[in-house]
């Protein structure tokens, strides 16, 4: 069975840093990305990485966060800087063997883990 165990979140002020890693269990993924939904709002796609370290961001992230993954590792990270309060929420790992261009092609979730950026 596949997993994606997400860890790292937590709470931060704002201006402050936070680094995510997610482990997928068992094998590499061609995509893995990294989602969030805040209360009340739609699941909204943050960052992924190709097998192949091609990355794509966000426009709300870019400049602030980045993304990266180990291979060997099976996992991918997500460093967070200058965070901002409307970063608040919860953040998924996904993953897939096929391009992640949207959250409805996503095969396989993480639990997700909580972000919140105090003010």
């Known amino acids: 069975q596949v997993r994606l165990v997400e860890s790292g979140g937590g709470l931060v002020q704002a201006g402050g840093s936070l680094g995510l890693s997610c482990a997928a269990s068992g094998r590499t993924f061609y995509t893995m990305a990294w989602f969030r939904q805040a209360p009340g709002k739609e699941r909204e796609f943050v960052a992924r990485?190709?097998?192949?370290?091609?990355?794509y961001l966000a426009d709300s992230v870019k400049g602030r966060f980045t993304v990266s993954r180990d291979n060997a590792k099976n996992t991918v990270y997500l460093q967070m800087n200058s965070l901002k309060p409307e970063d608040t929420a919860v953040y998924y790992c996904?993953?897939?063997?096929?391009?992640?261009?949207?959250?409805?092609?996503?095969?396989?979730w993480g639990q997700g883990t909580q972000v919140t950026v105090s003010s």
């Open positions: 996904a993953a897939g063997d096929v391009a992640i261009i949207g959250a409805n092609l996503v095969e396989y």
């Open positions: 990485i190709r097998r192949s370290g091609s990355i």
